[in-house]
C-alpha cells in the first residue's frame, strides 16, 4: 500500500519561506503525475501544483512565481519550495499520489 507522508510546516513571518517534503513508500513505480494541494479553513481544498514524470510542472495562478514543485525519483520525494509567502498562503498543505492523499503539513503565514 502506497503511503504519502508529508513534512516541513510550520509558522513563518510573511515574506518568508518553506520547504514541504513529500516521501513516497510503498511503490517501486515512480507515479506520472505529483501534486500539491492546500486547504484553508472554512475552504475546499485547492491544486496548488503538480509536477509530471517529464518533469513538466504547472501551478495555480495565486502561487505562480513563488513556489516550486520538484522531485527527486532516487529518494521517491517530492517537493514544495515555498518563497515570498503571504498570510493568504496560510492552510494544511497535501501531497496527492498514487491516487492517495497523504495527511497533510500546516503551514502557517503571519502578518
Known amino acids: 500500500q502506497v503511503q504519502l507522508v508529508e513534512s516541513g510546516g510550520g509558522l513563518v513571518p510573511a515574506g518568508g519561506s518553506l520547504r514541504l517534503s513529500c516521501v513516497v513508500s510503498?511503490?517501486?513505480?515512480?507515479?506520472?503525475?505529483m501534486a500539491w494541494y492546500r486547504q484553508a479553513p472554512g475552504k475546499e481544498r485547492e491544486f496548488v501544483a503538480f509536477?509530471?514524470?517529464?518533469?513538466?510542472?504547472n501551478y495555480a495562478d495565486s502561487v505562480k512565481g513563488r513556489f516550486t514543485i520538484s522531485r527527486d525519483n532516487a529518494k521517491n520525494t517530492v517537493y514544495l519550495q515555498m518563497n515570498s509567502l503571504k498570510p493568504e498562503d496560510t492552510a494544511v498543505y497535501y501531497c496527492?499520489?498514487?491516487?492517495?492523499w497523504g495527511q497533510g503539513t500546516q503551514v502557517t503565514v503571519s502578518s
Open positions: 496527492k499520489g498514487y491516487g492517495s
Open positions: 510503498g511503490s517501486s513505480n515512480s507515479p506520472n503525475a
Open positions: 509536477i509530471i514524470s517529464s518533469g513538466d510542472t
